[in-house]
């Protein structure tokens, strides 16, 4: 989908995201949308709550409730575009939304072997009512009992990126200094951990240097295991737009054949390339790095690396030393034996 077609469509999907009086989501006619922005008592500039592309959000207000989430035309992010993820995204404040805490009726008690009988289901009749006061005093001693009994690893937490820092802060304080439980991950852990081991051992700093105007600059952009196009729509269709402008090859390592792969394709298929392994990115990596130090080392800044880093000396003989890549027949790098 070109910008101007997704512009267009996105207008509609404003309009189909208004809030009717009794707080049901309407689904109007796009070719009969008019938005009513004069009307809007606040205009509340924010950000997306979704993916980390972080683009910018106008959130509309009318007498203190959401009508419309628009994207912010002047965020030099997104530039007005905004995915469908984030256009829908005050939908989660108004729909299926609870208004007072729910009690499981028959609850399990891992202490005592008792399985809830209605355990895994969310029919109405299997809760009941309570005040946010019995909620909180039935949480804090289940957990009090469970720390007591069985110690404070039997607890655990699952938290979440998308928490801000203070959030990671305080639930980090509970669960380590005042549960003593180690016993706490979250998708960051998964997603970061090995994000920031490596730009800490190459750049020195947790932060990639770059920004996204490095997109439009760029003379080759690569995606590793990443499927933007599904993941980070907004991002995805910058990369595309240049392609598209300045037709620059794109290349992307995958065993998917993704929406990415035949999104840049489509504009081009003579300079987009999709490379299937099977293997993983490391193989590859390891095996670009041997080939440059071995058959193009003046390719190579070596005085550049001399001077803004550090160790690089001993990782250049680990991989001349351990890694030689050959052709199999399935076209897959793997090491040596």
Known sequence: MKRRSFLKTSAAAVG?????????????????????????????????PYCGVGCGTIIQTVRGRIT????????????????????????????????????????S????????????????????????????????????????????NAVGLYGSGQLPVEGQWLENLFMKGVLGSNT??????????SAVTG?????????????????????????WGHNARGSHPILFWRVADHKATKNIPTLVVDPRRTGTVQG???????????????????SIQNALAYAILEKHEDAVAWDFLKQHTKGWEDYIAQVKAEYNPRQVEDRTLIPAE
Not at 91 to 104: G, K, M, N, Q, S
């Open 16 to 48: 189909a995201a208004a809030v009717s009086a009794d707080m049901s989501w309407a689904v109007p006619d796009p070719e009969s949308v008019v938005l009513e922005t004069d009307k809007a008592e606040n205009h509340i500039l924010s950000a997306c």
């Open 68 to 107: 419309n989430v628009i994207p912010d035309k002047d965020h030099p992010t997104n530039k007005g575009l905004q995915c469908i993820k984030g256009l829908t995204s005050a939908e989660a404040i108004y729909v299926d939304r609870l208004t007072t805490p729910l009690i499981r009726k028959d609850m």
């Open 109 to 152: 008690d891992p202490l005592r072997g008792h399985v809830s009988a209605t355990k895994g289901s969310f029919d109405p009749s299997a809760f009941r009512e309570a005040t946010w006061e019995e909620a909180d005093e039935l949480i804090a001693e289940r957990i009090a009992e469970i720390v007591k009994a069985e110690g404070g």
């Open 184 to 193: 706490i991950e979250a998708n960051a852990r998964m997603c970061m951990t």
């Open 199 to 223: 730009y800490f051992k190459s750049l020195g700093s947790d932060t990639p240097p770059t920004c996204y105007d490095d997109v439009e600059l760029s003379d080759m952009v690569t995606f």
């Open 264 to 282: 840049l394709e489509e504009i081009h298929p003579g300079n987009s390339t999709h490379f299937a392994t099977i293997n993983g990115d490391i």
